[in-house]
């Protein structure tokens, strides 16, 4: 079967780095993708990844290893608008989105 | 980035009734919608996959005669939940992929059923 893991919740501290792991098992890969979700929010598109190594993109950085069936969300310098919750999503073979369960970022002052 | 719109944002309607959900690409042709369900602290269901001009493709355990799907041009998908009860409340979410990049998939802002 196919299957993303992501922890279910983590905290951190305003102005502080934290790291969001995600692991994934699906049938093909054709790109990793991260989304951050505000509560009552669509999801909203922050990165994608299709080949190994370090995306950046302001405060968030993204990292795939394929071999590993690996990536993290990296978010520098937190800041309160931070909290929501981060969604990773694999697209298979087929180009569908498998969908991870979320991690809920809390960001504590 | 491209955008995506879907109305109503919030319905409330009551046991029995039939709500429509309406999906708009504004800015580019999409061939291809999703239908999502999200219910509170939980990830994203799919519940189909909306092809222009063809039958939507429900996912197990969806049921299509009460999720009725139309993709009747390239920048409109519709959702009917049809005989709605109080277990399909939810918040519903489209999203839309864009051929132009990479058929990267954009979301809109989701609507809140509520059925009393």
């Known amino acids: 079967g196919q299957n993303i893991d992501q922890p279910t919740e983590m905290t951190a501290t305003e102005g502080a780095i934290v790291q969001i792991n995600c692991t994934y098992q699906?049938?093909?890969?054709?790109?990793l993708f991260w989304y951050q979700q505000h509560a009552g929010e669509a999801p909203t598109f922050l990165s994608y990844n299709v080949l190994d190594g370090l995306e950046e993109k302001g405060r968030f950085s993204s990292f795939l290893s394929r071999s590993k069936g690996y990536s993290y969300l990296l978010l520098k310098e937190l800041q309160m608008k931070d909290s929501a919750s981060y969604l990773c999503?694999?697209?298979?073979?087929?180009?569908?989105?498998?969908w991870g369960a979320g991690t809920k970022l809390i960001i504590k002052p | 980035g491209a955008v995506v719109s879907q109305h109503p944002s919030r319905v409330i309607c009551k046991s029995g009734t039939s709500v429509k959900i309406e999906c708009r690409s504004l800015?580019?042709?999409?061939?291809?919608m999703f239908w999502y369900r999200q219910f509170p602290k939980k990830s994203l269901m799919l519940m189909a996959t909306s092809n222009e001009g063809s039958k939507a493709t429900y996912e197990q355990g969806v049921e299509k005669d009460k999720f009725l799907i139309n993709h009747a041009s390239l920048t409109l998908s519709t959702l009917t939940v049809t005989s709605a009860h109080p277990e399909d409340s939810s918040f519903y979410i489209c999203?839309?992929?864009?051929?132009?990049?990479?058929?990267?998939?954009?979301f809109g802002p989701g609507t809140r059923l509520t059925v009393t």
């Open positions: 999503a694999v697209r298979d073979q087929d180009y569908q989105l498998i």
């Open positions: 699906t049938s093909g890969f054709n790109g």
């Open positions: 800015d580019f042709q999409a061939t291809t």
């Open positions: 999203s839309a992929r864009d051929p132009r990049r990479d058929y990267e998939q954009y």
